[in-house]
């Protein structure tokens, strides 16, 4: 079992940053990916980030690319999702996901076995 807990969303002007923190606890293994999604009202959840959480491989949704930074801690447990240049069509709750399962999509919600609660995240215009 794997417990994730999100932290850092806030209220930021558009064209500021955030960072946001993903505290994991319980036993992990080697083959476990880290992802970020999203998911504003009415909408369905959206790829937005992923790390394997023992190797450097990332990937990043193409509206992110450039922007956001994908990355992790695993001496503390801790992922980390930098956002830079922060649009209003970033609004939405992000969420922390865990994958213990190899092989599977890493742009698809359904492939992620664990979810934090998730953090709000709202840029004004």
């Known amino acids: 079992q794997v417990q994730l807990v999100e932290s850092g969303g806030g209220l930021v002007q558009a064209g500021g940053s955030l960072r946001l923190s993903c505290a994991a606890s319980g036993r992990t293994f080697s083959s476990l990916v880290m992802g970020w999604f999203r998911q504003a009202p009415g909408k369905e959840r959206e790829f937005v980030a992923a790390?394997?959480?023992?190797?450097?491989?990332?990937y990043y949704a193409d509206s992110v690319k450039g922007r956001f930074t994908i990355s992790r801690d695993s001496a503390k447990n801790m992922l980390y999702l930098q956002m830079n240049s922060l649009k209003p069509e970033d609004t939405a709750v992000y969420y922390c996901a865990a994958d213990r399962t190899a092989g599977r999509p890493r742009v698809v919600a359904t492939s992620y076995d664990y979810w934090g609660q998730g953090t709000q995240v709202t840029v004004s215009s």
């Open positions: 790390k394997g959480w023992s190797d450097a491989s990332t």
